[in-house]
């Protein structure tokens, strides 16, 4: 069984400029969580789909952040601008959903912003 | 509202020796609790989990964790350290609608 798979894996950009990352969840996973974690803290939830819809994204920095998840399967995250406290592992997880708490994790794209 | 705390920031062990990490959470009801492991560079891999039943959960690597209802813990037990379990430990408690609340972790270093 594949699993969750991230792209890109390292990023490094200027600060006000854009960047965006993919995720994949495995197959058939109907919840999607984006996570930032930053270095020596735990990961914080940003935002929670179900399907293709939206059912958390009250820690999403709206006025720099957007996500989005078409067609229930792949998702994308966006900066811009991006800002120096942006720099962090930004995670993605899926779960089958439903009360299932288990959550499979990618292995992040790590982003610096100087 | 829910709530992780993991007391310990880094603990250092001797190959070879036993381990116990702290686990305490704050929840209401009776908790979904989880173990995740991250290695440098990786994304987490969950070790076990417990949702009811037996208190004693085993999980993979030989790690096993044990809930406590009254002390509001969950500790995570190995009896013998290898290298390879130098990594990052995370408790995680699950909230509603499917989410985890994480803990802020705790680095393990294993000394040959």
């Known amino acids: 069984e594949a699993g969750v798979a991230q792209s890109p894996r390292y990023k490094i950009i200027e600060k006000r400029q854009s960047v965006a990352f993919w995720c994949n969840p495995i197959?058939?996973?109907?919840?999607l969580y984006w996570y930032q974690q930053i270095l020596g803290q735990g990961p914080k939830l940003l935002i929670q789909?179900?399907?293709?819809?939206?059912?958390?994204d009250s820690q999403l920095p709206k006025d720099r952040f957007s996500a989005e998840r078409l067609k229930g399967v792949d998702s994308t995250l966006k900066i811009q601008p991006a800002k120096l406290e942006d720099s962090a592992v930004y995670l993605c997880?899926?779960?089958?959903?439903?009360?299932?708490?288990?959550?499979?994790f990618g292995p992040g794209t790590r982003l610096t912003v100087t | 509202a829910q709530s992780v705390t993991q007391p310990d920031i880094h603990i250092t062990v001797s190959e070879g020796a036993s381990l116990e990490l702290r686990c305490n959470y704050s929840?209401?009801?009776?908790?979904?609790l989880f173990w995740y492991v991250q290695s440098p560079g990786q994304g987490l891999q969950l070790l076990l989990k417990?949702?009811?039943?037996?208190?004693l959960v085993q999980g993979i690597k030989g790690f096993e964790a044990e809930f406590k209802r009254s002390q509001s813990s969950f500790n995570l037990r190995k009896p013998s350290v290898h290298w390879s379990d130098a990594a990052e430990y995370f408790c995680?408690?699950?909230?509603?609608?499917?989410?985890?609340?994480f803990g802020t972790g705790t680095r393990l270093q294993v000394f040959p």
């Open positions: 997880a899926s779960s089958l959903g439903g009360g299932s708490y288990e959550q499979y």
């Open positions: 197959s058939g996973h109907a919840t």
């Open positions: 789909f179900q399907n293709n819809g939206v059912v958390d």
């Open positions: 929840y209401g009801a009776t908790p979904y």
């Open positions: 417990y949702f009811s039943g037996d208190t």
């Open positions: 995680a408690v699950g909230a509603s609608t499917d989410k985890l609340i």
